[in-house]
């Protein structure tokens, strides 16, 4: 890659490039969706985004195994506490479609049925 871009080779470049971004889900060929969790106590707010993670890998496999999902964490945000909240995040790769907005939604609502309990709230924006 290094040598198309040094002999100002765009289109050989352009080839290489697109093919590993199809390979490894990167746009265009998906869309980044970030989910933050944020709480009072670390641990429970931890706690949560791990329990969000599982039943997402859960119902992907079992009702929505067509979708190219790949999930990066959840780990602590980029800066873990702020507004004495604690906030971890976890990162979807995904496409824009009916049924990955149906999954995320499904997944909030589950989400949010519990988090009266937990006190730990959820933000997902692409």
Known sequence: MIEFAAQQDYAAFYEQEIKLRKLHLYPPFCTFCAITFSGAGEGETMRQSNLFT????????????????????????EILKTANKYRYRLVLKCRNNRRTRELLSRMLEWFLSRSKKTGISIDMHD
């Open 54 to 77: 599982e039943r997402f890998k859960e119902l992907a496999a079992q009702e929505y195994r067509e979708l190219p999902v790949r999930l990066l964490g959840p780990s602590p945000a």
